[in-house]
């Protein structure tokens, strides 16, 4: 394909322009974008030497797998996200004993509540928030005497 510098660069900008000409908020090229790109190299192709229809389906190809990819990877992001939600439901009212750092001194305490901050769960002990990874053990509350 003898496709110009020039013209992929045109069609990398009209790609990338969104509504009224106001550039897109994101920087990613979506399957409306692959599809202007493939008509302005297909507009701008060469007539005596087109491209073969197989480099297109290859083309199209990867970008399905690179979708599928994207698609994977936040749907990976949001279990990852509900296993730490049930991890750390799962200390409610248990013991803890937290690190915040390797030197810092290890903090005991029971495990009060779970907090979403900033779209992360972190556990309340005495009072204050803390990630699941600084979790350094757990052991069963004990159980409350009988009068």
């Keep these: ?7 992929i660069s045109a069609a990398t900008r009209t790609a990338a322009a969104g509504v009224a000409g106001q550039p ?12 202007l790109l493939l008509a302005k190299q297909l507009s701008m192709q060469d007539p005596l030497n087109p491209v073969k229809d197989t480099e297109f389906m290859a083309q199209m190809a990867q970008f399905t797998a690179l979708e599928q ?3 994977t990877q936040a749907e990976v992001g949001l ?6 939600s049930l991890r750390s439901s799962a200390l409610l009212g248990q013991e803890v004993t937290l690190q915040t750092s ?13 907090v979403l901050n900033a779209g992360t769960p972190k ?6 928030e803390y990630d699941l990874p600084q979790v350094h053990s757990v052991r069963l509350a004990p159980l409350p005497s009988e009068p």
């Design 123 to 128: 556990i309340v002990v005495a009072g204050h």
């Design 102 to 114: 390797e030197d810092a001194p290890l903090i005991e305490g029971q495990v009060s509540q779970v």
């Design 79 to 84: 279990l990852r996200l509900e296993q730490q």
């Design 1 to 7: 394909m003898t496709m110009s510098t020039a013209a």
């Design 24 to 35: 897109m908020l994101s920087q990613t090229l979506n399957q409306e974008d692959f599809l």
């Design 69 to 71: 990819a994207r698609a």
